[in-house]
């Protein structure tokens, strides 16, 4: 009677909206990984649902890209990189940035696109913003094939010469976006529980922010002064040019703009988990 007892109260879970501003609950979280695989597939359901083509697009919409890019300002206004295949460069540059905008735009609507689900039932809220990230990081995955299968013919050819040292940083970098992405995105899904219009705004922010980034030109091409300063203040410009500069061997890496670029991340992270668990208490009654 007693291991019974215990056993049942080993079961027990406590539901409460007193909670301090920065609780992870990670156990909890882990608790519910399958939860996130499941959020995780369900995105690529929805996304390719009903489509000719279905996850083809993975590789069709970073490929017509990159041409595009490669044409307007590779040819056309001469911002190409130089040393280094502009296709490559940006179909590596473009997968670095599609992956990092999902991680921002896809939990942007966090709240607001699963309210239904939160009105209803209980888990951690935190599982939606990580299954956006994880699913963003697959697709990103997915995407690189075909990159590396360019890198792969440039290589052989001796068009390309990468830092192999460098490679190891490769998956830091990855998590680095991806962390930023998703503390951006949750501080703007927990405003846009109020404002509506914040979710319209950041697809225009996104794509500003893509230009204020050397995606579509290497850093070099930047002169120095207050343009040159403010890219480099910019906390995604450290990341892209380091998985440039192991990937392609292509740029210089700043060690001062890593280390802002790690500080803002954390501070993102951190804020947004806080406004997070405050706004998830009473989402509900604004959204």
């Known amino acids: 009677m007693a291991d019974k007892t215990a056993a049942e109260q080993s079961r027990h879970i406590h539901i409460s909206s007193k909670r ?47 041409l595009v890019f490669s044409v307007i300002f590779g040819d056309i206004a001469g911002l190409g990189p130089e040393g280094v295949p502009q296709l490559l460069f940006y179909m590596c540059s473009n997968g670095l940035w599609s992956y990092f905008s999902s991680c921002v735009t896809g939990n942007a609507t966090t709240f607001t696109a699963n309210a239904a689900v939160f009105g209803k039932v209980y888990f951690p809220r935190l599982t939606t913003p990580i299954s956006n ?12 094939l075909l990159t590396a299968c360019l ?47 914040l979710a319209v705004l950041i697809s225009f922010c996104v794509q500003l922010w893509m230009y ?8 070099a091409q930047i ?52 406004i997070f668990n405050r706004v998830e208490k009473t989402f509900m009654d604004t959204v």
Not at 164 to 170: D, E, M
Request: charged fraction near 10%; hydrophobic fraction near 55%; proline fraction near 5%.
């Open 20 to 66: 301090k501003l920065f609780t992870l609950n990670l156990g909890e979280v882990w608790r519910y990984r399958d939860l996130i695989w499941l959020f995780t597939k369900r995105s690529f359901t929805v996304t390719y649902k009903q489509t000719v083509l279905g996850p083809a697009w993975i590789f069709i919409n970073p490929l017509l890209t990159s």
């Open 133 to 144: 990230m994880l699913s963003a990081i697959i697709r990103f995955g997915i995407q690189m």
């Open 151 to 197: 890198f792969v013919y440039y290589l052989a050819n001796g068009a390309v010469t990468p830092h192999w040292w460098a490679w190891a940083l490769l998956p830091i970098v990855v998590l680095h976006l991806g962390l930023l992405g998703m503390g951006v995105g949750i501080i703007v899904s927990s405003l846009t529980t109020k404002y509506r219009d």
């Open 212 to 219: 204020a980034t050397p995606i579509v030109y290497p850093m």
């Open 223 to 274: 002169e120095g002064g207050a343009l040159k300063t403010a890219i480099a203040l910019n906390p995604v410009t450290a990341p892209v040019e380091l998985f440039r500069y192991a990937f392609l061997g292509q740029g210089t890496v700043a060690v001062e703009g890593l280390v802002l670029s790690v500080v803002l991340t954390l501070l993102c992270v951190i804020f947004g988990i806080m």
